[in-house]
């Protein structure tokens, strides 16, 4: 074998180990949970800081990682984050959820959204509008309030406290609901099948919101729909009825590919 096929033998072996260094990196990133000193990134990937420093220096190059100038901490960039939701958005109980959002908002001529949860909280990850736009701040990238919004009971209703605690408290900023008002509301909301806000997110707008289940009944995201029409979604009205009926529907018939 001639130096150059050596040559370039060795070049695709440290791409590839590049790779896998940079990955490493990026999986104890996401263990930490949030942005994380240097030298804790690097004791968590097995690596040595100035090794680390300029893995993730490139990592930050391509937004990957993101250097956080008041605190020096780095923590995931805004490629991840891209790369994070299309992951998300091509699960199968997603894609579904997505294509009985789709329509549901043509049939009742209405918008809405799907979510799905974050370490900040339920993020938007898909919308659509079946009618004339409704007019919202809403859109995707956004972190919906777990106490004052449709979606955000659903995630407060569905999954463990624990897993809410932390979000809910940096969102409500000391205004948090007590474990006997969220007890209360979950009860209220899993017997139901779904959740209701009437402007307390956004004045003017009503919403309803339905949990989205994976096979072991875990939350895997939640389908909401906005209206300007008070009445429309109501606990016995014929668009909740349907719209109840539709994620049922996907819950019976969805199977693992």
């Known amino acids: 074998m001639g130096d150059d096929s050596l040559t370039a033998k060795r070049a695709r072996r440290s791409g590839v180990q590049s790779i896998e260094i940079g990955g490493d990196l990026l999986e ?13 990134i690097a004791k968590a990937s097995g690596l040595q ?20 100038r008041d605190t020096g901490r780095y923590g995931l960039g805004p490629l991840a984050l891209r790369m994070g939701l299309s992951a998300i958005s091509q699960h199968d109980i997603i894609e579904r959820a997505y294509e009985v959002l789709v329509t549901l908002c043509t049939d009742l001529r209405t918008s809405g959204h799907l979510s799905v949860w974050s370490e900040a909280g339920p993020v938007v990850i898909r919308s659509t509008h079946g009618g004339p736009p409704v007019i919202s701040p809403v859109s995707v990238g956004t972190i919906l309030p777990l106490h004052r919004s449709a979606s955000g009971l659903i995630y407060l209703s569905y999954m463990p406290l624990a ?10 900023m000391g205004g948090a609901p007590s474990a006997d008002e969220i007890a209360v509301f979950r009860d209220r909301i899993t017997a139901a099948g779904c959740a209701f806000a009437e402007g307390q997110y956004i004045p003017g707008l009503c ?29 016995h009205s014929p668009a909740t009825e349907t719209a109840l009926h539709a994620v049922d529907a996907l819950h019976r018939d969805w199977s693992p590919k």
């Open 163 to 172: 897993a809410t605690a932390q979000a809910l408290e940096k969102q409500a």
């Open 49 to 68: 800081s100035a090794k680390a420093h300029r893995y993730l220096t490139s990592l930050c190059e391509v937004g990957l990682t993101v250097q956080h």
């Open 207 to 235: 919403a309803i919101a339905f949990p989205i289940l994976n096979h072991d009944t875990s939350l895997a995201g939640a389908v909401t729909l906005v209206s300007t029409d008070q009445s429309l979604f109501t606990e």
């Open 28 to 40: 104890a990133m996401v263990d930490l949970g949030a942005p994380a000193a240097l030298s804790d």
